[in-house]
């Protein structure tokens, strides 16, 4: 038997029927969710990742705090 923590993964974001902001590093939106132990958003260009959820969290609410991030005034 295969344990969930063994199949973490990389995943886009509308798999969750989501849609991720953009990097707030360099921008891109090359961005996918990491559904394992602990769920987070990385930019897989630049290699960021958001805020770490609780162990066993949904991976919606990883895509969830990645974009309630406040705008950046440029």
């Known amino acids: 038997m295969i344990s969930s923590f063994r199949t973490s993964h990389h995943v886009p974001p509308s798999v969750f029927g989501m849609e991720a902001r953009g990097c707030p590093f360099c921008g891109s939106t090359s961005v996918a969710v990491y559904a394992g132990f602990r769920n ?4 897989m260009t630049c290699g960021a990742d958001g805020p770490v959820g609780e162990r066993g969290a ?4 990883a895509v969830a ?4 991030r406040p705008e950046v005034a440029e």
């Open 58 to 61: 949904d991976p919606r609410d």
């Open 65 to 68: 705090r990645w974009n309630s």
């Open 40 to 43: 987070h958003v990385s930019c």
